[in-house]
């Protein structure tokens, strides 16, 4: 195995177990990601490696295995699926299927355009299933903080962001994959197993709600619905929720500002779909969506029956 030591080392061509790297595809504060093939099982698949710097700090190598681990018990069609993993010597990796159609920021980014309501419907919708069957999994031998072992329910992803859904296309169509559960936790077990410092916080801040911000350790599920509601936002005004022009730390505009109203930015978007998604991200007090389903089922019913509606009036134009 090559004793890597340098992060911007060119690693094309080198090999991992039955996987030769082709290219990089991205890279993170915890990782880069490449392209790689296993010769194996003649497959294109994504690797992950920890960047070789911080495999001596104990908290991301935790942090990069609970990720592994986390990804390991997933099984859903809109979650990155984990198939191999090494975490010994000189090297921590992983491989996961490869999602050929990049980020839902790198969708955004190549068309310099918001998306239109169906697609981002689309996405959103998709994304909302894969976190509720996350949400609601059931985790066998937790290590707990006393060194006992224990068994919880529900991952709250923590960390859910456009660069956090990735998109596999296939010729007529795409699937929506959540990615990165490395700052994940089983919610039910919260301050019993250690993982999260008191005081630390994780995420992105456009994507974080409020309660997110300040009870971070006790995160629970709603907090990944109001991200992806944040998303949803995004996608389709290219702005984030809230502004934070003016302010000095970036926290203070989670804790100070309330998310704009999206008909503000775009007056286009049907009352029904927006009043859903003020609803989502009204993180004032208590969050409204507590399970991403309920999210998921109020959106379509609202998507459907607008579109019908245009439909039928479009039908008696003719």
Request: charged share 25%.
């Amino acid at each position: 195995m090559p004793q890597i030591k340098k992060t911007n080392m060119n690693m094309c061509g080198a090999r991992l177990g039955s996987h030769t790297i082709i290219k990089e595809i991205g890279r993170g504060g915890l990782g880069i990601v490449y392209l790689a093939e296993d010769k194996a099982a003649k497959t294109v698949e994504a690797l992950k490696i920890l960047h070789p710097e911080l495999l001596a700090n104990k908290a991301n190598l935790e942090r990069f295995k609970r990720e592994m681990e986390n990804n390991r018990i997933l099984f859903h069609p809109n979650i990155v699926r984990l198939k191999t993993c090494e975490t010994g010597g000189a090297i921590a990796y992983y491989t996961m299927e490869y999602c050929n159609g990049g980020s839902t920021r790198d969708m955004f980014e190549k068309r310099n355009a918001v998306l239109p309501l169906d697609e981002a419907m689309r996405i959103i919708t998709q994304a909302l299933s894969g976190l509720d069957y996350a949400h609601n999994i059931e985790i066998q031998n937790i290590k707990l903080r006393d060194g006992s072992v224990g068994k919880g329910r529900g991952l709250v992803h923590r960390d859910i962001k456009p660069e956090n859904l990735l998109i596999h296309r296939t010729e007529n169509s795409f699937t929506i994959k959540i990615a990165d559960f490395g700052l994940s936790k089983a919610y039910q077990l919260a301050g019993l197993y250690g993982n999260t410092q008191t005081g630390s916080v994780g995420g992105s801040l456009p994507f974080l709600s409020r309660q997110q911000l300040i009870n971070y350790k006790y995160s629970k599920p709603e907090v990944d619905i109001w991200s992806v509601a944040a998303v949803f936002y995004f996608l389709l005004t290219g702005a984030n929720p809230r502004n934070s022009e003016g302010e000095k730390n970036p926290f203070n505009a989670v804790l100070r500002n309330d998310p704009i109203p999206i008909r503000k930015r775009s007056p286009a978007i049907p009352k029904k779909i927006a009043d859903i998604l003020d609803r989502a991200l009204d993180d004032k007090s208590s969050l409204h969506y507590k399970r991403a389903i309920y999210l998921k089922r109020d959106l379509e019913k609202a998507f459907w029956s607008d579109k019908q509606g245009r439909d039928l009036l479009s039908v008696t134009e003719r």
